[in-house]
């Protein structure tokens, strides 16, 4: 199958190796919030208490009124239940909370593209935009494999290099030298 990239036409393999994960079968796990993401929390009702917030280096999140709330590693729904049980506590008696993910941390690109380096995470993103958002493939990548390592993980893990490969916030994308 070729895959045209705009600049160039790269072969994708039909088949991943055994040793790679399938991507088709793969996909990712719901997202949860890491230091860097912004969140708006919206309290009907209560304009104090919303807004847009930042999770700090610390992974959590500044509310008015309530002060720091842990949200590294929750996904949007749980830090809207911990935002409404808090507020429970005290503050309002049937606070309806939500929360929406405004800005993802970025994904860091690096090996065999032009320009490696950080990039703002774009919803849909694959492994392909990725490439092309570093401005293309060096003479020297392979272009059969890719290794990614996700923020949750310790080791990164190697794919073939497929149009449908996912990218989350956080992750690091490298691109390894072809050896002739």
């Known amino acids: 199958m070729a ?21 088709a ?24 208490l919303t807004g847009e917030f930042l999770v700090s280096g610390t992974g959590k ?3 008015p009124l309530v ?26 008696r049937e606070p309806r909370v939500s929360v929406e993910i405004l800005s993802y941390r970025p994904f860091y690109i690096l ?8 990039y703002p995470f774009t919803s849909d993103l694959t492994v ?3 490439v092309a958002t570093a401005g293309g493939f060096t003479d020297r990548a392979n272009m059969k494999k890719v290794f990614i390592k996700r923020p949750d993980s310790e080791e990164e893990e190697r794919y ?4 449908n490969t996912p990218v989350a916030p956080g992750d690091t994308i ?3 030298e072809r050896f002739f």
Request: glycine content about 10%.
């Open 3 to 23: 895959l045209s990239l705009g600049f160039g036409s790269v072969v994708v393999a039909a088949e991943a190796k055994a040793a790679e994960p399938d991507v």
């Open 25 to 48: 079968s793969r996909s990712l796990p719901e997202y949860r919030l890491g230091s860097g993401d912004k969140v708006r929390i919206t309290t009907f009702g209560e304009a104090a």
């Open 61 to 63: 999140v500044s509310l």
């Open 67 to 92: 002060g720091e709330l842990p949200a590294l590693g929750l996904t949007a729904r749980e830090l809207q239940a911990s935002v409404e049980t808090t507020l429970k506590e005290g503050y309002l």
């Open 111 to 118: 090996g065999e593209v032009k320009s490696p380096g950080t």
């Open 128 to 130: 392909v935009k990725a």
């Open 160 to 163: 073939s290099l497929d149009a």
């Open 174 to 176: 490298r691109i390894a």
